[in-house]
């Protein structure tokens, strides 16, 4: 069953890196096992800010997906639509994983602090933190060996939620 993923990220901040993520050889080698949803470059990204309107989106792009992927940073934690996106990843029963991207370098080959887990700050309709879900995942993309795992990372995020 091929798997659609929704990556989660800070945009301006962390786009950079999780291009990286989503082009690893493994998703690539995969591409009969997976497919992502459009990643946006900074023009169509502000396009859809002025006309469509980015909840829509999300919901849109969302559709028929079996995981979101939260690639988190220093800054992730505190957007207001990575924590929309997990609400509704969880809201609506899908797998969520979580990965760091501590050490991964920027364009201009800066690395950022580790941030907080968005996982942590995102809470479910009763107030419980999406962290202590045993069935939603964490892992450092570069001490994990993410490049190798994340497709194995993403198939287990499906299972454990049952899709």
């Known amino acids: 069953m091929k ?4 990556f989660s ?6 786009s950079h890196r999780v291009s990286q993520i989503r082009n690893c050889q493994i998703i690539e080698s995969n591409s009969g096992k997976f497919e992502r949803t459009p990643f946006l470059d900074r023009a169509a990204f502000e396009q859809i800010k002025r006309t469509k309107g980015v909840q829509k989106w999300i919901d849109e792009n969302m559709l028929n997906t079996s995981v979101v992927v939260v690639c988190y940073g220093y800054e992730t934690a505190q957007r207001p639509w990575v924590k929309y996106e997990l609400e509704k990843a969880h ?15 920027t364009m201009q080959g800066f690395t950022d602090p580790s941030g907080t887990n968005p996982l942590i700050k995102t809470t479910d309709g009763f107030g419980k933190s ?20 994340i497709g194995d990372w993403i198939e287990s995020a499906a299972k454990l939620s049952g899709r």
Do not use: C, P, Q, S
């Not at 990220?9 to 962390?14: C, E």
């Not at 609506?92 to 991964?104: D, K, S």
């Open 3 to 6: 798997r659609k993923v929704f």
């Open 9 to 14: 990220f800070h945009y301006a901040r962390d």
């Open 91 to 105: 809201r609506e029963g899908r797998g969520i994983l979580a990965i760091n991207t501590n050490g991964m370098k």
């Open 130 to 149: 999406l962290f202590l879900y045993d069935k939603y995942r964490t892992y450092l993309w570069i001490n994990d060996n993410g490049r190798m795992n």
